[in-house]
C-alpha cells in the first residue's frame, strides 16, 4: 500500500476543495456528487472559474433520458476564454505554456500570451477561407507546438475539431475526414519518429481522392515539402503566420459540437465521439484538476498524439490549470535512447507524468545504468492508463519512477467519457495495480449480467449510472449504433465494456475489456490475469492471451508472447509458462499453445489489440486496423502462426 506523502496530500488541489466545500473527505464528496449532481457539476464550474459569454439556465435537463442528459441548458461559452483569455487577461501572458523538445534536441518555447496569438492566426486564416461555425476541421499532425494553436484556433472559430493520429494510413484518413463532412485539414509536410522522416501531407494527399468534402489544407512544410495542389494546399508560413493575431472567440451553444473523436471499434468503421466545450472543461477539470492535482505552474508530460484522446485532454487540463504542456514529437523510447521520456522528465523539471504499463515493461528490460543517471525528483505525480497493471511492473515504477514519493495514480476510463470513471487520489492509500475510488459524478458500479449489483470482489461489467458532464452526446452521425453500443445491454445504464470489481476494502480493479473474455469450459477469466502469470516468470516482456475453439473444451487459452532477453522460445520455455498460468489463475486455463513473435499489435497508446490477435490466429477479418502503431506486427503475427508446430 502506497501512502503520499503529508505535504503533498495537504497542499493538493483536492484537499483545498474538500475545505472549501466543508466536506469530510472523498468519499463523502463522491457520495454527494451522485447524490446530487446538479449541485456537483454548478459548484465544479463556479469553484474553477469557467467563463461564460451567456450563464446557463439549467444545470442538468434528463427529461430524454440518460442516454440524452442536456448540460448547462441556454448557456453559451468557448472553452479557449477558460484555457488562454482568461490568463492572458490577468496578467499570466507571459507564463509558459508550451514546452516542446524534438527528438534531435531542438527545443522551442510558447507563453500563453503566444499560444493565445496563434490560435487566433489559425481562426482568422480558416474564417478567410470560408470555413464557419459547425464546419469540420481535421488535425493530421505530429506533437509540436503548432498542433496545440491548430486545436485551440478550430475552437475559437466555433468549428468542429477532428483529431487525426500523425500514423494513420490513408485509407484510415480518407474513412474519418468522409464520416465528418471535413471541410479543411491542417497538416504537416513531415515528422521525425524514432530518428526517420516520416512523411505526412503526402499520405494526405493519397487519402483526399476519396474526402470529396476537403476544400482546403494547410500545411507548414518544415522540410520543404511541395503542394500536391496549389489551389487547395496553402503554406502555413503565408496562411497563417501572416494572418491577424486577434480573433474573438464564437460563443458556442452549449451542444454545439467541439470535437468528434474517432475510437475504433471490434468490427465496422470507426465511432465518432461527440464532445462540447463545456463537457471537455468539465470533466477535465474533475479529473485531472482535482484527481490528478494538476496545478498553476506544474510541467505536464504524456507522451501520446492528437489523435487520442489523451492529446487533447493533455492540452485542455494542462492549460485550464495554468501548467506548462511538455510536448515531446517521436518516440518515448528508441534503441539509441531507451529512456527518453524520462530523460526529458530529468531536462524539463516535469511534475506530472502520464506513462502506460506496457512502456515501463520495456523500460525493466533496459540495461538499468543509463537510468540511474537520471534525475526524477521533480516528479510529484505518475499517472497511467490504457490497460491492467501488473505487480512487478507497478512495483518497479513506484521503485525506479517515483522514487516511492511521486504519487501512483491509475486512472481509467475512455474516449466516450473524455476521462475515467475509477481513479486514485492522493488523499487515498494505493494499492498495486489498483484504483482507490471512483471518479466524481460517474456512478460507477459492478454489475451481474443480470443487471443486479455484483457483491465485493466479485467480477462483472463496470458500468455508469450517473451520466456525468464529458459523457459523450452520442455517435457522429449515428444514433442507432450510439444506443446499441452502450446503452442496449442494461436499461438506463451506460455499459462501459470492461470486467471491473470492487474488492471489500473499496480497491477497484480492471481485469481487460469484457469482450475479449475468456471462457473455458463455463469458467470465466480475463486475458490480463493469464498475461500476469507469463510475465511474472520474467521470461515474457509482453504476452496477449485468447481464446480459440476446441473440440474438448469448447474454448481454449492461446498465449501469444514476445519473449524477454535471453529466453529462448521452445518447448521447455512453453512447459514452464504453462505450469505458472496453472499455478496462479488455475488448472483449466493452462494455454494449449504457446506463440513467439517479435511483437504484439499497439495502438499508440500501448493498448494491445488482442483481437487483432485473434482475429489472425483464426484467419477471420481482424476489422478496423487504423488505430494500429505498428501495422507490420500483423504480418509478423501471420508468419509466426503460420510456423506454429
Not at 436 to 444: H, K
Request: glycine share 8%; charged share 20%; hydrophobic share 45%.
Amino acid at each position: 500500500m502506497f501512502t503520499c506523502a503529508a505535504d503533498v496530500r495537504q497542499a493538493s488541489n483536492l484537499a483545498k476543495f474538500l475545505q472549501r466545500l466543508e466536506m469530510p473527505d472523498y468519499e463523502a464528496l463522491v457520495r454527494r456528487s451522485n447524490e446530487d449532481p446538479d449541485w456537483f457539476w454548478a459548484t465544479l464550474l463556479d469553484d474553477t472559474g469557467i467563463v461564460f459569454d451567456v450563464p446557463y439556465e439549467h444545470i442538468r435537463v434528463a427529461d430524454d433520458g440518460p442516454e440524452h442528459v442536456r448540460w448547462c441548458v441556454g448557456a453559451k461559452a468557448n472553452l479557449t476564454r477558460s484555457c488562454l483569455d482568461r490568463w492572458v487577461d490577468g496578467g499570466d501572458g507571459e507564463r509558459c505554456a508550451i514546452s516542446w523538445r524534438g527528438e534531435d534536441g531542438e527545443k522551442r518555447t510558447w507563453t500563453y500570451a503566444e499560444l493565445l496569438a496563434q490560435s487566433c492566426k489559425v481562426a482568422n486564416a480558416l474564417a478567410a477561407l470560408g470555413v464557419g461555425p459547425g464546419d469540420a476541421v481535421a488535425i493530421y499532425m505530429p506533437m509540436i507546438p503548432e498542433i496545440a494553436a491548430a486545436f485551440m484556433g478550430i475552437a475559437r472559430l466555433g468549428a468542429m475539431v477532428v483529431p487525426l493520429f500523425s500514423g494513420f494510413a490513408p485509407p484510415a484518413i480518407a474513412t474519418r475526414l468522409a464520416d465528418a463532412n471535413a471541410k479543411a485539414v491542417l497538416t504537416v509536410d513531415a515528422t521525425i519518429r524514432a530518428g526517420r522522416k516520416i512523411p505526412l501531407e503526402p499520405v494526405l494527399v493519397e487519402a483526399l481522392s476519396e474526402a470529396p468534402t476537403v476544400e482546403r489544407v494547410i500545411s507548414l512544410r518544415r522540410f520543404g515539402g511541395i503542394a500536391a495542389d496549389p489551389h487547395r494546399d496553402l503554406d502555413w508560413s503565408v496562411t497563417v503566420d501572416e494572418a491577424a493575431a486577434e480573433f474573438t472567440p464564437y460563443p458556442a451553444a452549449a451542444q454545439d459540437v467541439l470535437m468528434v473523436a474517432y475510437t475504433s471499434g471490434t468490427t465496422g468503421k470507426p465511432k465518432g465521439v461527440v464532445q462540447t466545450h463545456l463537457g471537455l472543461v468539465a470533466k477535465s477539470t474533475a479529473d485531472f484538476i482535482l484527481c490528478l492535482d494538476l496545478r498553476p505552474g506544474d510541467r505536464h508530460l504524456w507522451m501520446t498524439d492528437m489523435g487520442w484522446i489523451m492529446g487533447p485532454l493533455m492540452l485542455v487540463s494542462a492549460t485550464l490549470a495554468r501548467a506548462t504542456l511538455v510536448l515531446a514529437e517521436g518516440a518515448p523510447m528508441s534503441p539509441a535512447d531507451p529512456f527518453r521520456m524520462l530523460r526529458l522528465v530529468d531536462e524539463e523539471r516535469v511534475t506530472n507524468l502520464g506513462l502506460s504499463p506496457t512502456l515501463v515493461r520495456q523500460l525493466m528490460a533496459q540495461d538499468p545504468a543509463a537510468l540511474k543517471q537520471l534525475d526524477l525528483s521533480s516528479l510529484r505525480i505518475v499517472a497511467s492508463t490504457g490497460e491492467p497493471w501488473t505487480d512487478e511492473a507497478w512495483l518497479w515504477q513506484l521503485e525506479n519512477i517515483c522514487g516511492y514519493r511521486a504519487v501512483p495514480i491509475n486512472i481509467s476510463g475512455g474516449t466516450e467519457l473524455v476521462g475515467g470513471i475509477v481513479t486514485s487520489t492522493v488523499l487515498q492509500g494505493i494499492k498495486p495495480c489498483g484504483f482507490s475510488a471512483e471518479c466524481l459524478g460517474v456512478g460507477a458500479k459492478v454489475f451481474r449480467q443480470d443487471g443486479t449489483e455484483a457483491a465485493p470482489g466479485e467480477v462483472g461489467e463496470l458500468v455508469v449510472t450517473q451520466p456525468p458532464m464529458g459523457l459523450t452526446c452520442g455517435i457522429w452521425q449515428d444514433e442507432a449504433r450510439y444506443i446499441e453500443t452502450y446503452w442496449s445491454t442494461f436499461a438506463g445504464v451506460w455499459r462501459h465494456g470492461d470486467w471491473a470489481r470492487r474488492d471489500p476494502d473499496g480497491t477497484w480493479y480492471i481485469l481487460g475489456r469484457s469482450d475479449d473474455t475468456i471462457n473455458v469450459a463455463g469458467k470465466r477469466v480475463g486475458p490480463p490475469e493469464i498475461e500476469a502469470a507469463v510475465m511474472e516468470t520474467g521470461e515474457v516482456l509482453d504476452a496477449a492471451a485468447i481464446a480459440a475453439p476446441d473440440d474438448l473444451k469448447g474454448v481454449a487459452v492461446i498465449c501469444v508472447c514476445v519473449l524477454a532477453p535471453g529466453a529462448k522460445a521452445g518447448q521447455a520455455l512453453s512447459g514452464r509458462l504453462g505450469l505458472k498460468v496453472a499455478e496462479r489463475v488455475g488448472k483449466p486455463f493452462k494455454p494449449r499453445e504457446f506463440i513467439y513473435v517479435p511483437e504484439l499489435p499497439k495502438t499508440r497508446t500501448m493498448k494491445t489489440m488482442r483481437r487483432v490477435v485473434r482475429a489472425v490466429y483464426l484467419a477471420s477479418n481482424p476489422g478496423d486496423l487504423s488505430s494500429l502503431q505498428n501495422p507490420d506486427s500483423v504480418e509478423l503475427l501471420k508468419a509466426a502462426m503460420g510456423n506454429r508446430s
